[in-house]
């Protein structure tokens, strides 16, 4: 384990936000963190953990240690005759998990294929797409106490898994490090296609749904993802900005009213309507919102990027034009899904 001070970490935000921390280190074992807290200059700092800042926009400099799981290990644990349970290390590419298991022929992940980020940030912002969520595979997560290097294993029911949201993200930010996560996954024989996504639906329509595989799924996927959202690695971003907001049955119906067409929605199990974010954005006509060197993304009006030279601030005034322009037009607050630090 090596200690970098003053350690630039631009190529650690998909944002491409050029930012430095006081120290960095990567953490790959348990007692990597007896050793950081070992050093009274680092244990009196504060201490910020990330993965690869896909979900992360940096404001200002990092003055303490910024920590990244560097654990990459894949273990099959646990096999039966219709599934499988994996341990995966928290510093995999969660793009590069997927593609491993589609490959193995295993349902569970394909509906996320082609989303930026570690495997560790998978259950911290429960990322989900396409009908799909993290914790609909994860079993358990192992999880480092950055105050003593105590190791803590949390079932999926305690992780307080919610709409991009975890336990990770909340209570415990910043104080427990996702180490390695237990997934099961299904074989090809027990498990289906998750279709409920209609754009997915039709892109795979015109095959016979008892043949299509995790491969046809994430092939299909990955296809739609290129097409509808900028690649960060051309024009810095975070990919979806804002969190979809949920309102109740009677505000969706007045604002219905007030709106000449339909508003899409997914009703919830509880009453409620989610309606998508960009949708509110490009019709308060926000969608061409600039600030500074940042602004919406010409491909989906859910996304803010890096026009080059950007500062973390310039998104965040983007951001917040863009909030007042959809509270104004509808009365919706939209809660930032990207963390700002």
């Not at 490090?177 to 027990?190: Q, Y």
């Not at 998750?194 to 799924?217: H, W």
């Not at 989906?300 to 007042?324: C, P, R, T, Y």
């Not at 959809?326 to 930032?336: A, D, Q, S, T």
Request: with cysteine.
């Amino acid at each position: 384990m090596h200690i970098q001070a003053n350690y630039l970490i631009t190529h650690l935000n998909t944002f491409n936000i050029v930012t430095k921390t006081r120290y960095y280190a990567e953490v790959n074992r348990q007692s990597d963190i007896t050793v950081l807290r070992s050093d009274l200059k680092l244990a009196s700092l504060p201490w910020t953990i990330i993965g690869d800042g896909s979900n992360i926009l940096f404001t200002h400099d990092l003055e303490g240690l910024v920590i990244r799981c560097s654990y990459d290990k894949i273990r099959l644990v646990k096999e039966d005759q219709d599934g499988v349970w994996l341990s995966v290390g928290a510093g995999i590419n969660w793009h590069k998990l997927v593609e491993y298991t589609v490959n193995k022929g295993w349902w569970g992940l394909e509906n996320l294929a082609y989303i930026p980020g570690t495997v560790g940030g998978a259950p911290v912002q429960n990322i989900g797409a396409y009908g799909a969520e993290a914790r609909d595979s994860i079993t358990r997560i192992q999880a480092l106490n950055l105050y003593d290097g105590t190791r803590t294993e949390y079932r999926n029911a305690d992780c307080q898994f919610g709409y991009r949201s975890s336990i990770f993200k909340h209570e415990q930010k910043n104080r427990m490090l996702v180490h390695r996560i237990t997934f099961r996954l299904r074989k090809l024989h027990a498990g289906q296609a998750n279709l409920v996504y209609e754009p997915l639906k039709i892109a795979l329509q015109e095959q016979d749904k008892s043949t299509i595989t995790p491969r046809d799924v994430f092939d299909a996927i990955v296809a739609i993802r290129q097409a509808k959202l900028p690649d960060p690695k051309v024009q810095g971003n975070a990919g979806s900005f804002f969190q979809n907001p949920i309102i109740s049955a009677d505000y969706f119906e007045q604002i219905s009213q007030k709106i000449d067409e339909p508003i899409p929605n997914h009703k919830m199990l509880d009453g409620q309507y989610k309606i998508p974010a960009a949708w509110l954005i490009e019709n308060a006509g926000a969608n061409h919102f600039t600030a500074g060197r940042a602004a919406v993304s010409k491909k989906h009006a859910l996304v803010l990027v890096n026009l080059g030279g950007a500062v973390g601030d310039d998104v965040v005034e983007l951001s917040k034009k863009i909030q007042d322009e959809v509270m104004h037009k509808f009365g919706i607050h939209l809660e930032p899904e990207v963390n700002i630090l």
